[in-house]
């Protein structure tokens, strides 16, 4: 007998022997981990939700600081306090999400949400943008249902391309706090590209944009953790070189190494959420534009800080490179009708859909989620169509 074949019998007999022992407790981490699966999508399926359609008034003169404010109100913390609650009822943190829609053109913002959440939304919002009006309205997705004969569909999550502390680029670095930049003639707002692209979008042609958001929350933090040690690195690199390992060092930082300093302290001060993005462009098979996949791809390249972070595709559609890969794209048409389905159910954090989720503080989620002003000129993006004003207090009775 080989040693190879030894070794393999002796590993064999050992499994076997002690199987006793190892057995019952692969057995027990398998069904702990099916348990808090079923547990959780199981309560996930059973809250009562509701979508939020937003409408725009013709002019908005607050920033995006404005939507930063409201998104604080949203880091909802509670609901798995206990053991009870997060391993026996499958309680979860609240998520929410946060989409801008395209329907032939026809641009829409709306929040999906528990039911209860609700007041604390409109209260929120109507503080922030008394012009708006928030409205009911039926979910949109629940009509589309993928038919690989009659629609082409395509689907894919996005994150940020680099680690989660190095910010994106937001509003802040687009000055449009500033006064200056209030004035509509003088904005540049980093959304003009996304609802641009969305206004685009032709007849039997959609674009959903989903932002799904949760409280951050963990203890140790890596996210918090990891900045700190990005800087400590960035500082030791900023040390000039010597040969004489005596000499006293002091750092030396160039302008870039100080700006990412500067910009992960800056990220890492601001309220966190957990994210997950997904996008999907479909519609009729004579319409659908395997062209439009690029620009559905780059819509938020404005928001791309260079040498700092961006975002990127993944997942999904994503995962298939080659022809060879799927024969009669059986596993693809599989892939789309499970990411729209993901979609619908607005599942990214917990079963039956887990995807890779990263961190975005509020200052970046309101920079690509916010309503914008006359500076958007795209003539489809939904708006009430005249200023409401209070009755004059002069009218005869």
Do not use: C
């Amino acid at each position: 007998m080989s040693l190879i074949d030894q070794l393999i019998y002796e590993a064999v007999k050992f499994t076997i022997d002690y199987s006793a022992y190892w057995l019952p407790i692969f057995l027990i981490i398998i069904f702990w981990k099916t348990w808090i699966n079923y547990v959780q999508a199981d309560f996930f399926a059973n809250l009562d939700n509701i979508l939020l359609e937003i409408k725009l008034p013709q002019e908005i003169l607050k920033s995006p600081q404005a939507m930063e404010t409201f998104l604080m109100v949203l880091s909802q913390k509670g609901g798995e306090s206990t053991f009870i609650d997060r391993y026996w009822k499958g309680q979860m943190r609240a998520s929410f999400s946060l989409e801008i829609v395209s329907i032939e053109g026809d641009v829409k913002f709306y929040i999906f949400a528990q039911k209860k959440f609700k007041g604390l939304i409109e209260n929120g919002l109507y503080a922030q943008y008394p012009g708006i009006e928030i409205h009911l309205a039926q979910d949109y997705s629940k009509s589309v249902h993928f038919n690989p004969d009659k629609m082409g569909l395509h689907v894919f999550d996005i994150k940020k391309a680099e680690k989660d502390f190095y910010p994106i680029k937001t509003y802040a670095d687009y000055n449009i706090d500033t006064k200056d930049q209030l004035e509509e003639e003088n904005k540049v707002d980093p959304i003009n590209q996304l609802i641009e692209f969305m206004g685009s979008i032709g007849k039997d042609q959609q674009v959903w944009l989903q932002i799904i958001i949760r409280a951050h929350k963990a203890k140790p933090d890596p996210w918090k953790d990891g900045a700190k040690k990005e800087i400590e690195k960035i500082q030791k690199e900023a040390i000039p070189k010597s040969e004489n390992k005596e000499s006293l060092r002091f750092p030396n930082p160039t302008k870039g190494q100080l700006e990412r300093i500067a910009a992960i302290e800056r990220q890492t001060s601001k309220i966190p959420f957990d994210v997950g993005m997904r996008a999907i462009y479909f519609g009729a098979q004579e319409s659908f534009d395997k062209n439009q996949i690029g620009g559905l791809k780059s819509m938020l390249q404005s928001y791309t800080a260079p040498h700092l972070n961006s975002f990127k595709s993944t997942g999904w559609l994503d995962n298939f490179d080659y022809p060879w890969q799927d024969f009669k794209n059986r596993k693809q048409n599989k892939t789309r009708k499970k990411g729209l389905e993901a979609y619908k159910r607005r599942s990214f954090f917990y079963p039956p859909f887990i995807g890779t989720k990263f961190i975005m503080n509020n200052e970046e989620l309101a920079s690509v989620f916010h309503f914008p002003g006359r500076v958007t000129a795209t003539p489809t993006l939904t708006r009430i169509p005249s200023k409401k004003s209070e009755a004059p207090s002069n009218l005869p009775i």
